[in-house]
C-alpha cells in the first residue's frame, strides 16, 4: 500500500489524480480461513486489524452484507467520550478514547478525530448528584472529567439558554478531550489496513448459517458460498440476535432504532458536543456547518433503518428550549440506525456456548466511540481464546450471575 501523505497530494494532483490505488481490494472468498469475521462495521474491522496487529494473524476474512461501514458506523453522530461509571467501562472507553488520539498516524488515514470537548447538561438535581459522582469516580480511574458551573457551560456555548423555564441548566459533566471523528473515515482506515495485511474483506456477502461439529464451528453457510473458519466472530451489532440464533444460542439484547437528524449548515456556532440526557436530545456542529441533532432510542423493539417524522418533532421540541436558534433552522436530512441493547446498558465480549465462536455487541446507542477498543479486546479474545483485563467483565455469563455493570446513566440517550 501506497502511503498517504501531502507529497502524495501534490504528486496526484499534477497528474489530474490519475495514480491512486484503491484502498482495499475486492477478493474472491477462499474455502477457508483462520478467522472469519461476521460484519464490516467499525468493530467487525478493527477487530480484524488488532488481530493482524497485536496478534499476527492475518489469514482473515470480514464478511458483510451490504457495504463497508454501512451500518451503525456510518449512521452515527460520531461523539466520543469516556466518562462512564464502573471500573471496567472506563478502562475499555478510555483505552478506546487515547486510541482515537493516535489513529490517524496508526492508520495513516485522516480520520478527523476532533477533540474538541463534550459536555453533558445536568437539568435536575438527580442528574447534578449524578454527574458529581461521575466526575469524582473518574478522577480515581484516571479519566480527566470534572463537573462545571453554568457559568462555565455559558461561556463554553455561548448559545445556550441556560435558564430554561422547565429545565435550566444547573451545571454539567465536562470531558476535554471528548470529541468527535470522522465515522466513514474510521471504517475506510481499518478496511484499508486489513486489506494491507492480506486480509480479505468481502463485500455483498450475507452470512444465512453457521456450520458446526461436535460443540465447535467450522464455518459459515453466505449467499457467497459456503466458507470454513476455525474460529468465528460474530460483531453485528442489531443483528446480532439473528446472528446467535444462527449458531444455537440466545442473547439478552433488544435491537431498536436510534435516529439522528441534521440541519442546514450555516456559520460556526458551536465548538463542543452538549448532550442534555433528561429531555433526551444531543447536538454538536460538523465540519461542513451542520448541527448534528439526535434523541433517544425508539421506544419498541424494531429494526427498520430510518428515520421518522414523529422522532424529528420529538427531539426537536426536547433540544429548542436549551438551544432556541435550532427553531429557525431547516432539516437537511434523517436517518436511523438498528442498536443493539443490554439491560444494563454495557457491551457483550464473550465467549460463547458455542466453541471457537466469539461474540462482541451490545454497545448499543454508544459504540462508536468504542470501536478501537472493542477491536484491540475482541482480537485478544479471539487470539488467545479467553478475555484479556479489558474484556473480562463483559462476558455473557454476567447475565446468568447477576453481575451487572450499570450504564444506564452514563448512555445518555439509551434510557
Ligand atoms: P455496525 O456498524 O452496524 O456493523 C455491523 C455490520 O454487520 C453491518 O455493516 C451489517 O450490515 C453487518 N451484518 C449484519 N448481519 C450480517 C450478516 N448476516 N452477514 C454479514 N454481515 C452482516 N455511538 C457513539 O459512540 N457515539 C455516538 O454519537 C453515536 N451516535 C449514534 C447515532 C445513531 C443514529 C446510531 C444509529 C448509533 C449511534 N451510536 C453512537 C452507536 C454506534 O453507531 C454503534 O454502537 C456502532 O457503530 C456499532 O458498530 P458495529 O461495528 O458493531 O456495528
Ligand atoms: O454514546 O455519546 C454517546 C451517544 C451520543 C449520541 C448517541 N450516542
Not at 186 to 197: E, H, I, N
Amino acid at each position: 500500500m501506497r502511503r498517504y501523505s501531502a507529497f502524495a497530494i501534490a504528486r496526484e494532483a499534477a497528474r489530474f489524480h490519475s495514480g491512486w490505488e484503491r484502498a482495499w481490494a475486492s477478493p474472491e472468498p477462499k474455502p477457508d480461513y483462520q478467522v472469519v469475521v461476521i460484519g464490516a462495521g467499525g468493530h467487525g474491522l478493527a477487530t480484524a486489524y488488532y488481530l493482524g496487529k497485536n496478534h499476527g494473524i492475518t489469514n482473515v476474512a470480514v464478511l458483510e452484507k451490504g457495504y463497508l461501514g454501512g451500518g451503525n458506523t456510518g449512521r452515527n453522530t460520531t461523539i466520543i467520550r469516556s466518562n462512564y461509571l464502573q471500573d471496567a467501562s472506563a478502562a475499555i472507553y478510555e483505552k478506546a478514547r487515547s486510541l482515537f488520539e493516535t489513529m490517524s498516524q496508526d492508520l495513516n488515514m485522516n480520520v478527523m478525530f476532533s477533540p474538541r470537548g463534550v459536555m453533558m447538561l445536568a437539568q435536575t438535581e438527580h442528574e447534578v448528584r449524578g454527574y458529581k459522582r461521575t466526575a469524582q469516580a473518574n478522577a480515581l480511574q484516571g479519566v480527566a472529567t470534572e463537573f462545571i458551573s453554568p457559568g462555565r457551560v455559558k461561556e463554553l456555548v455561548p448559545i445556550i439558554a441556560i435558564d430554561g423555564p422547565r429545565y435550566p441548566v444547573l451545571g454539567a459533566l465536562w470531558q476535554p478531550r471528548g470529541g468527535t471523528a470522522r465515522h466513514d473515515a474510521v471504517a475506510w482506515g481499518y478496511a484499508r489496513a486489513c486489506s494491507d495485511m492480506g486480509m480479505h474483506i468481502i463485500q455483498k456477502c450475507e452470512v444465512t448459517g453457521v456450520r458446526q461439529k461436535d460443540g465447535r464451528v467450522t464455518g459459515v453457510q453466505t449467499s457467497r458460498g459456503d466458507i470454513g473458519c476455525k474460529k468465528l466472530a460474530i460483531v453485528v451489532a442489531g443483528h446480532s440476535g439473528r446472528l446467535a440464533g444462527m449458531a444455537g444460542f440466545r442473547l439478552p439484547i433488544d435491537s431498536v432504532a436510534l435516529q439522528a437528524l441534521v440541519s442546514e449548515p450555516i456559520k460556526p456556532a458551536m465548538d463542543v458536543v452538549v448532550m442534555a440526557n433528561t429531555v433526551h436530545g444531543y447536538m454538536s456542529q460538523s465540519d461542513k456547518g451542520e448541527m448534528v441533532i439526535g434523541g433517544g432510542a425508539d421506544g419498541y423493539n424494531n429494526y427498520t433503518q430510518r428515520g421518522s417524522f414523529h422522532h424529528i418533532e420529538e427531539t426537536v421540541r426536547a433540544l429548542v428550549e436549551t438551544f432556541p436558534i435550532i427553531s429557525r433552522l431547516k432539516l437537511l436530512r434523517h436517518w436511523g440506525g438498528i442498536v443493539d441493547m443490554t439491560g444494563d446498558r454495557s457491551p457483550i465480549l464473550s465467549k460463547t456456548p458455542l466453541a471457537d465462536c466469539f461474540i462482541n455487541c451490545g454497545w448499543g446507542t454508544g459504540g462508536f466511540k468504542t470501536i478501537p477498543g472493542s477491536g484491540w479486546a475482541m482480537a485478544e479474545l479471539v487470539a488467545k481464546g479467553e478475555p484479556g483485563p479489558l474484556a473480562a467483565a463483559f462476558g455473557l455469563d454476567r447475565f446468568r450471575e447477576g453481575r451487572f455493570i450499570d450504564e444506564s446513566v452514563a448512555a445518555g440517550v439509551a434510557h
